[in-house]
């Protein structure tokens, strides 16, 4: 019975329409981004200008490259994502692709999303995928690679994937604050009063907790809405309106438009042939005179690959279960786990490099080192906290710095912080302990216990 059904949903043949109708709209979505990105100046915000930049625990190895140098990967993107469209040298476009978003996102954590992530991963495993078997530069060029029928396992991973994000985005949204408070929803859709006609609709409390619960319901139920024929074309009314809305509302970039077109892999091919074909005629494709499959011989490799796949991607969002206290306080585990626009926090920090003989401090400007978006962050996050606590340890060891009017030479400062963080529109709380010498702390993946406990003040 399971080797039946793994059959069905793996291993039947099946039309690569929507396989090619993926790798154009994804190829176009991230073109797009690169391209945007580098127009809006954000390379040299975000990776240039900053003196110091949030690695990665275990990759501190990567680092920006020099000056100017840093548009480079910027531009392999633009033409990696030009020949994904095209189809054209598929694998190396798809790999470099691959390897030149993924590098960028691993320089800084600063720049964390959860979209970001999710490009990452869709890229990765495009890389293993047929997608350019059929309307494609490579098939032009190479014409004995051309199938019109592939194994469903490239198509079910997409959806199970695409399925992952949704409904684990709907698990984060089972927490009190979101279902009972409209947390942080109430907050930023206060902001929206001033609006004509709409303003005072919006600022509505129950406005606020019908989104919550709707956001909730919507995560949780879409993926299955869409894997069947009945509630298909309804769901994607959802999806669509789901979708625009948060971007209207809420400044989130191109990720509501990459939802938006990768959740028509759920449509069957009949859907895809529609546009595919009207393409097809524009470039003059000639048409298979019989159709092609492309068979698979490796079932057992597939079937391993992709169940460690999912394996990873079913139990990385639970990683935070492993630590104590409030996920949200702390936010130990809560990256790459779908947690998406779920809290309102911000933070202060201030830090002091101790001279541990006298205790005599100086207060350190942060702005001196960091960006505005390095600084948002880094204030509530312990693990950056911890990393930029290093980093002025490490400056301003064996200097010379004045403390009040004696000059002292510095062979290992101590370094300590200040640091008080608004959780959900919470009174400021202290976040960790001021009486820690940071420098003596590990960055490792253990819990930290020098954050202070979260108190509910709700």
Same mark, same amino acid.
């Given at each position: ?130 997608? $350019? ?6 098939? !032009? +060029?190479?014409?004995?690679?051309? &199938?019109?029928?592939? @194994?469903?396992?490239? /198509? ?13 985005a709907g698990i984060a949204k089972i927490h009190p604050d979101w279902l009972f408070e409209a947390q942080p929803l109430r907050m930023w859709l206060q902001s929206y009063r001033d609006l004509p006609l709409v303003g005072n609709l919006l600022a509505s409390s129950w406005v606020a907790f019908f989104f919550s619960w709707f956001g909730c319901i919507y995560d949780l139920s879409i993926p299955f809405f869409l894997s069947f024929k009945r509630t298909r074309n309804w769901a994607y009314f959802f999806v669509i309106s789901f979708h625009v809305l948060t971007w209207i509302l809420f400044p ?19 859907? $895809? ?6 393409? !097809? +005629?524009?470039?003059?494709?000639? &048409?298979?005179?019989? @159709?092609?499959?492309? /068979? ?163």
């Amino acid at each position: 019975m399971i080797k039946q059904w793994i059959d069905k949903q793996l291993f039947r043949g099946v039309s690569v329409t929507p396989l090619v109708a993926f790798r154009i709209a994804f190829g176009a979505l991230v073109l797009f981004s690169s391209l945007r990105f580098m127009w809006n100046g954000w390379v040299e915000e975000l990776y240039i200008q900053p003196v110091f930049h949030f690695s990665y625990l275990g990759f501190g190895w990567i680092e920006p490259l020099e000056g100017n140098w840093m548009y480079l990967p910027f531009i392999v993107m633009s033409l990696a994502a030009l020949g994904i469209i095209l189809g054209a040298f598929y694998r190396m476009s798809t790999s470099l692709f691959f390897l030149a978003f993924t590098y960028v996102e691993l320089l800084d954590k600063a720049n964390y999303l959860n979209h970001y992530y999710f490009v990452s991963l869709m890229a990765f495993i495009l890389i293993w995928m047929p997608a $350019h078997v059929d309307f494609s530069i490579d098939a !032009k +060029r190479k014409p004995s690679i051309r &199938k019109t029928s592939i @194994p469903n396992w490239p /198509i079910f991973l997409l959806q199970l994937q695409l399925g992952i994000v949704y409904f684990f985005a709907g698990i984060a949204k089972i927490h009190p604050d979101w279902l009972f408070e409209a947390q942080p929803l109430r907050m930023w859709l206060q902001s929206y009063r001033d609006l004509p006609l709409v303003g005072n609709l919006l600022a509505s409390s129950w406005v606020a907790f019908f989104f919550s619960w709707f956001g909730c319901i919507y995560d949780l139920s879409i993926p299955f809405f869409l894997s069947f024929k009945r509630t298909r074309n309804w769901a994607y009314f959802f999806v669509i309106s789901f979708h625009v809305l948060t971007w209207i509302l809420f400044p989130i970039g191109v990720f509501p438009w990459v939802m938006i077109c990768a959740t028509l892999i759920f449509f069957p091919a009949t859907f $895809h042939d529609r546009w595919i074909g009207f393409l !097809k +005629r524009i470039f003059h494709w000639e &048409k298979l005179h019989a @159709p092609a499959s492309y /068979i698979s011989l490796s079932r057992k490799r597939i079937l391993l690959c992709i169940g460690i796949y999912a394996f990873f991607q079913i139990t990385i969002p639970f990683r935070y279960v492993l630590y104590p206290g409030n996920l949200f306080w702390t936010e130990e585990g809560f990256r790459f786990s779908w947690r998406v626009m779920l809290m309102e926090k911000k933070g202060l920090a201030t830090f002091y490099v101790v001279d541990p003989k006298t205790n005599g401090s100086i207060e350190i400007d942060n702005s001196k080192y960091l960006s505005m978006q390095q600084m948002d962050q880094m204030a509530r996050q312990p693990d950056m906290i911890l990393q930029y606590a290093h980093f002025l340890g490490n400056k301003y060891s064996d200097t010379t710095l004045v403390f009040g009017t004696k000059h002292v030479h510095l062979q290992r400062p101590k370094v300590t912080a200040k640091v008080y963080v608004t959780l959900n529109g919470r009174p400021h709380q202290q976040f960790i302990d001021d009486t820690v010498d940071l420098m003596n702390i590990q960055y490792n993946l253990k819990h930290r216990a020098w954050i202070r406990p979260f108190v509910d003040s709700h």
